[in-house]
């Protein structure tokens, strides 16, 4: 070996040497970020892989702790902990705080929605991104975005059969949002419980059914070990984007590059976990099938009536509020203006 050669080899070793037993260089920001989960594909394909995404993008100057549902405030209180700076993030559903502002699930979808591909396609091409922080920075003091998006859900895991509009009266269900109120009117006995309550209030009979997730969201959940029924399609949820908060004063510490790496950071997470979702929906129903789960379709009639009354429902709500009847109308209009989209976008065999 040549001397020259030698010599260099011997200080590039070095200097690998020392790189690596440097320490790391501490992050500038470091971010608490409550969730509403426990486990599951929302917390490793949401909130854990926007942590992952959010540190390699800002080159470690952002760093987020996930925590479980529980850890810093009770479930369905993780939005309040990031205004009250409690914690300075959070990931959650915005539906959940229908009971303050309806115009919540107008963002989070409930069963008036348009179907999942139309709504990304709102929210990042329609104006709906911009109509969601200003609507949460007035009501809610937060700076919000998207972080993790469904397709349709499942309608129910049942312990009953469920296919017509009788099948649903005096049905004891769990769910969330809108449709809490709009399930009762069609007759079901209605009551909504943080997540992590509902598999034991399913498995003592507490209630008779449960909506959740997606059909492969739902097999972590674990509803078909003790519910014989899968109703499909999940009328009640169309679609259902979930949401990235952040306290105000967290986010004003951030550079303007930090705060767009972290809304890439959110919208990368959002299409991949939609498309993951599809693709494992698809596989879904045959591990259903193959657990000894009875698979309904909901009838043509309950289908068409959860639309029609979901409408009425929003119409009766856009009267009486301004930011419900501003979201509620530019979601409108985009649904119309993509209601033949099918003859253009899907080819028939």
Known sequence: ??????????????????????PALAAEHNWKMQTEWGGGPLMELGAKAFA????????????????????????????????????EACHTWIGYDWGKDKTTVLFGGFSGSMDSERMLHWIYEGGGL???????????????????????????????????MDDLKGLKLRTAGA?????????????????????????????DA????????????GFHKIAKYVIIPGVHQPSAPFEL???????????????????????QVTIESWMRVGAEDAKALKFFREQGNEI???????????????????DEQAKANPWFKKVWESQRAFEKLWENASSYRNVRY
Request: hydrophobic share 45%.
């Open 52 to 87: 992952e995404r959010v540190k390699l993008l800002t080159d470690g100057r952002v760093e987020v702790q996930v925590l479980p549902v529980g850890t810093l405030a009770k479930g369905l209180e993780s939005r309040t902990a990031v205004a009250n700076g409690v914690a």
């Open 179 to 207: 449709w809490l109120e709009i399930s009762k009117s069609l007759g079901a006995a209605s009551v909504t419980t943080p997540g992590p309550e509902t598999y034991p209030m399913l498995e003592r009979g507490a209630i």
């Open 1 to 22: 070996m040549r001397p020259k050669l030698g010599l260099l080899l011997a200080a590039t070793s070095l200097a690998g040497a020392l790189l690596a037993a440097a």
């Open 130 to 164: 911009e109509l969601w922080r200003q609507f949460n920075e007035e009501k809610f003091n937060v700076v919000s975005m998207p972080l993790f998006a469904r397709t349709a859900e499942a309608f129910l895991h049942s312990r009953k059969p469920v296919k017509t």
């Open 210 to 221: 449960t909506e959740w997730g997606t059909l492969y969201e739902n097999i972590s959940m």
């Open 245 to 267: 908060c952040v306290n105000k004063a967290a986010w004003a510490k951030l550079s303007d590059r930090d705060k767009k790496m972290v809304e890439m950071a959110a919208k």
């Open 296 to 314: 309904i379709e909901l009838s043509p009639e309950v289908q068409k009536a959860t639309k029609d009354m979901s409408v009425k429902w929003a």
